[in-house]
């Protein structure tokens, strides 16, 4: 199962936010199993967006481990400091599961 994540992000911050989601967040993530698959940016005259791609044996295990994600005192804290010094740098962020069809190359793919 893949989930797609979206993140509008100030361009103002965008090497805060690099900074925090490299250095930060991909380790936490990591602790409570998270499987990035990819990541992307996409630029537009009017949004700067940072994306990127989960993969997850179940619903039941997502819901789960981003509650603990969520709850991780350690990414408290990061995002606490991170607001109070500059400001929170992600404007909107949005989250889909992706579901293949049939025919689609990536339903045949083992991602580990």
């Keep these: ?3 797609l994540r979206i993140y509008e992000v100030n361009p103002e911050k965008r090497v805060a936010f690099h900074e925090r989601f490299q250095n930060h967040a991909m380790r936490i993530m990591k602790k409570y199993g998270f499987n990035i698959v990819a990541l992307w940016e996409s630029v537009t005259a009017s949004k700067l967006e940072f994306i990127y791609i989960l993969n997850w044996p179940d619903m039941e295990t997502m819901e789960r481990q981003w509650k603990v994600f969520l709850a991780d005192q350690e990414w ?19 989250g889909r599961v992706l579901e293949s069809v049939e025919y689609s190359p990536v339903s045949t793919i083992s991602v580990p």
Excluded: H, N, R
């Design 1 to 3: 199962m893949y989930q």
């Design 76 to 94: 408290i804290d990061i995002k606490k400091k991170m607001d109070f010094d500059i400001g929170e740098p992600v404007l909107k962020a949005t």
